[in-house]
């Protein structure tokens, strides 16, 4: 008989790397598309991260109607289940409260997990309007606990190589930012929350245009000023269906923003394309794994011209550490493995929120430009950008 080899098991706490890595309750309020990413990023975050800058454990969730969210609990692994969100602010178990919510309860459940002294991250919009995300912003910050808005694009590995490339200087001197967020399902007359003012506080604007003014900041910088049109396609709706922006930013790039849910045929199309005195770079959402390149100054007579594909899957891009050999693609929701990784990074102490994540700063900052873009839509007029402090 040959002799059996003897396999090892071993248990947890015994294992090497990560043998003394500490957990983190985490209460989630909304278990539907955002709740799914949300809870599919930590599950993940827990063996493909590894070490893990903290190990998440999904303590509760909250929703409204008790079978659904008993379901939803057992569906991603919580522990437990709340039909009142005040339940996950009352757990002591919870350290990170995590607002997977419409826009309406955004607000008043994250002050109150920040309050009660747990880390919050809270999805986009911030809040439903500049004065609300003010003082989601400011209640939150007072509070001293780690905040992070969940702008998941900046954690797209071909954003944050984009990002690299104009913090190195590599594309120059900045003349434009192009960015569009088209989808199309706007024409139905569903009851749906974010066709409602009252629970998402805007339509397209905060909806899809917030992730191309979140976009248009991390990568270009701040905005100073902005000329839109709002319009409502459908009738007796009170929010936006769609809008077309001019945008100046203070470093004097000059730039288009446009978002909407009547474009039929684009189901989620992101795009957006920056230049720059030394070449240009563009990017699109559907095509998440590459970035377009064209840099300048090429060697005379190289007829060659023109953008190339750059697959942004190298063992030195961005986040690719966690994941595989270079060309084996990742996907949409592992934008949120890399953002809830960095947020739980964050608390632990091994780094801030930003500038790579949106803190609630970024939030607030992202509202007053949708705000702005709604004043300069009724005035007919070019409007000013302030931000307060
Ligand atoms: N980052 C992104 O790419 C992205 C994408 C989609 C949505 N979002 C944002 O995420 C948030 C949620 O959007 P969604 O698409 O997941 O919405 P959704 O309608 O799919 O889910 C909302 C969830 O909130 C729960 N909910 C509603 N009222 C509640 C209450 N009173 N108490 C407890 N739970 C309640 C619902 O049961 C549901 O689980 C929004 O702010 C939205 O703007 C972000």
């Known amino acids: 008989m040959p002799e059996e080899k003897q396999v090892g098991f071993v248990t947890m706490g015994q294992a090497g790397g990560g043998a003394d890595i500490r957990e983190i309750g985490v209460g989630m309020l909304g ?56 339940e996950l602010v009352a757990n002591d178990e919870i350290e990170l409260f ?42 939150v910050a007072a509070a001293g606990v780690k905040h992070m808005c969940a702008f998941n694009y900046r954690f797209v590995p071909a954003v944050r190589l984009a990002r690299e490339m104009l913090e190195a200087g590599e594309l120059g001197e900045i003349y434009h930012f192009r960015g569009r967020y088209l989808q199309e399902w706007g024409d139905i007359d569903d009851e749906v929350w974010r066709f409602e003012r009252a629970q998402a506080g805007s339509g397209a604007l905060g909806d899809l245009g ?17 000329s839109g049109t709002t319009r409502t396609f459908k009738p007796g709706r009170d929010v936006d269906d769609a809008f077309e922006a001019v945008v100046e930013f203070e470093g004097g790039a000059l730039g288009t923003i446009e978002a909407s849910r009547f474009c039929s045929g684009r189901k989620n199309a992101f795009a957006w394309e920056i230049n720059g005195s030394k070449g240009s770079i563009a990017f699109d959402l559907e095509r998440l794994n590459e970035l377009q390149v064209h840099l300048t100054g090429s060697r005379p007579g190289d007829r060659a011209q023109g953008f190339r594909t750059v697959l942004v899957s190298e ?39 930003g500038p790579h994540g949106a803190t609630f700063e970024d939030g607030y900052r992202a509202a007053e430009v949708c705000d702005a873009i709604v004043r300069s839509s009724e005035s007919a007029r070019r409007e000013e950008v302030s931000y307060r402090g």
């Not at 800058?53 to 303590?59: A, F, I, K």
């Not at 693609?329 to 953002?339: A, D, K, Q, R, T």
């Open 315 to 353: 063992a030195d891009h961005p986040f690719w550490e966690h994941w595989w050999p270079h060309g084996h693609i990742i996907g949409w929701e592992h934008s949120f493995v890399h953002e809830l990784n960095h947020f739980l990074t964050a608390i632990a102490g091994d780094g801030d929120v």
């Open 210 to 226: 917030a992730h191309v003014i979140d976009l248009a900041r991390y990568l270009v910088g701040e905005i100073a000023s902005v």
């Open 98 to 139: 995590d607002n997977s919510g419409p826009n309406n309860l955004h607000a008043e459940p994250t002050i109150a997990a920040a309050e009660a002294g747990k880390h919050v991250v809270c999805e986009k919009p911030l809040a439903r309007t500049a004065e609300e995300s003010h003082e989601v912003w400011q209640r």
């Open 31 to 86: 278990y539907a598309f955002m709740g799914k990413a949300h809870s599919n990023a930590y599950r993940k975050i827990a063996y493909m991260t590894w070490p893990p800058p903290l190990v998440p454990r999904l303590v509760a969730v909250a929703g409204r109607t008790e079978s659904a969210v008993a379901e939803a609990a057992r569906r991603y692994g919580f522990a437990r289940y709340a039909t009142d969100w005040r």
